[in-house]
């Protein structure tokens, strides 16, 4: 679809105001890295946010004009009052890491064994540091008020976004925005989704029990492997045979367990893995369906079947509005090529949590670069991000914010 609008024609002109925030966002780039740094080297993974949770408070605490709170043990809430009347806009930054071993070998690697943060969470909060300061150093102008939300766990369900929305974080928030960097796209771009940009993560698991026995007499034994095998190529039916093909749906078995010895068939086996759907429709009625498949075919073959499905977070949905006018914002901030479009991913977010509260969007900055080996995909013990993607994101949330703040 074509518009007769420029996307910058949705805009009014860009004030003062946005000009002074985005050259002070790239005198404070230095000390955005810096910031993402020690964060790099000092991970903590979901619900254990602990010193992260201190250092961005006591960053914060020098900050002039900022209202800082901790609504959970290791979540922290900034708010900023401008002077002028406005609205509240919320942005957001996740801090958690993962439990990987990192295996780049930076000078600011992480000092802790099995923790990494290898999703780039630590440049969102160094980010959202970065915004606050700056945008502190402007209240004077600022029509409205911001609230900076450090949100814990995102990597592990049921998350913190839910958890600080029952803490009132949303509370008479207008609008929320938040980014990821997003190795897979270069440094230098940033790709906004109007509607549904990531996944409903949801996950799943099985025990299927049969008979053990000796390996050379199977047929007095109940063999949960062969079982197995047949359940995990049946449920890629489940996905190609009974679902719409124009829905995007993923059903991947992440683990199999089973046995210990090559002459024993074991009593049982483990399978686990992960649904992801975006229509609502088809992710209550996708765990039906996958259980009768597998009870089927277990009860076809002697076994018994303990399963169970979770839901995970929300899809995340871009108020389409807003998008179209965040990409006016892109538009306008940035050089011609910076926005791209960008095809939704069967990620999860729990950015998801604050979207059913205020409309909201949520941003892709790139942060790959093909050139210098930064490549890898998130979750790997060799993720990186390109630095240069921080000023980008500085640069975007500051001109997005002001821009938010100013229309109303
Ligand atoms: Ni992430």
Same mark, same amino acid.
């Given at each position: ?12 002109? $860009?004030?003062? #105001?946005?000009? =002074?925030? /985005?050259? %002070? @966002?790239? +005198? ?14 000092h ?12 250092f961005?408070a ?59 943060h290898?999703?780039?969470h630590?440049?969102?909060? $160094?980010?959202? #540091?970065?915004? =606050?300061? /700056?945008? %502190? @150093?402007? +209240? ?22 839910e ?9 008479g ?38 008979k ?33 093909? /124009? ?68 899809p ?28 939704p ?9 604050y ?27 060799r993720?990186?991000v ?9 640069r975007?949330l ?11």
């Open positions: 679809m074509t518009s007769l609008q420029g996307p910058t024609d949705l805009l009014p002109p $860009a004030a003062p #105001l946005a000009d =002074a925030v /985005l050259v %002070a @966002a790239t +005198t404070l780039a230095p000390q955005v890295v810096a910031w993402r740094r020690h964060l790099h080297q991970p903590e993974v979901a619900f254990q946010e602990v010193q992260t949770a201190q961005i006591d960053t914060l605490a020098v900050v002039p004009g900022l209202t800082v709170t901790r609504p959970t043990p290791t979540s922290v809430v900034a708010e900023l009052r401008g002077t002028l009347p406005g609205p509240t806009i919320a942005v957001r930054a996740d801090i958690d890491a993962l439990p990987i071993q990192e295996e780049n070998d930076v000078e600011y690697r992480s000092t802790r064994d099995g923790a990494m290898a999703c780039g630590d440049g969102h909060t $160094a980010i959202v #540091l970065g915004l =606050a300061t /700056l945008l %502190a @150093a402007h +209240t004077a102008q600022l029509p409205g008020t911001v609230r900076f939300i450090f949100q814990h766990a995102e990597e592990l369900s049921p998350g913190g976004a958890e600080l929305v029952q803490h009132g974080v949303m509370d928030v207008a609008q929320v925005i938040g980014l990821h960097l997003w190795a897979p796209m270069p440094v230098g771009r940033i790709g906004i989704l109007a509607g549904p940009a990531m996944a409903a993560p949801d996950n799943f698991h099985c025990t299927i029990t049969g053990g026995g000796h390996a050379a007499i199977p047929h007095e034994c109940v063999d949960p492997i062969a079982i197995g095998a047949q359940v995990v190529t049946a449920l890629q039916q489940v996905v190609s045979r009974t679902v719409d093909p /124009l829905d995007p749906v993923v059903l991947s078995v992440t683990q199999f367990i089973a046995g210990t010895a090559f002459n024993v068939i074991p009593n049982s086996a483990y399978l686990a893995g992960t649904v992801r759907t975006f229509e609502p429709a088809l992710r209550q009625s996708i765990p039906a369906q996958m259980e009768r498949v597998i009870r089927g075919i277990a009860e076809a073959f002697g076994a018994t079947v303990d399963f169970h499905y979770e839901h995970g977070y929300r995340v949905v871009n108020d389409r509005a807003l998008a179209e006018r965040l990409q006016a914002v892109v538009a306008r901030t940035f050089d011609g090529d910076t926005l791209i479009d960008l095809r991913t069967m990620g999860g977010e729990d950015f998801s949590a979207q059913q509260r205020a409309p909201g969007v949520f941003a892709f900055v790139g942060a790959g670069n093909v050139g210098e080996g930064i490549v890898h995909p998130h979750h790997h013990p993720f990186q390109d630095e240069r993607a921080l000023d980008v994101g500085l975007y500051a001109a997005a914010t002001v821009a938010l703040l100013a229309e109303h």
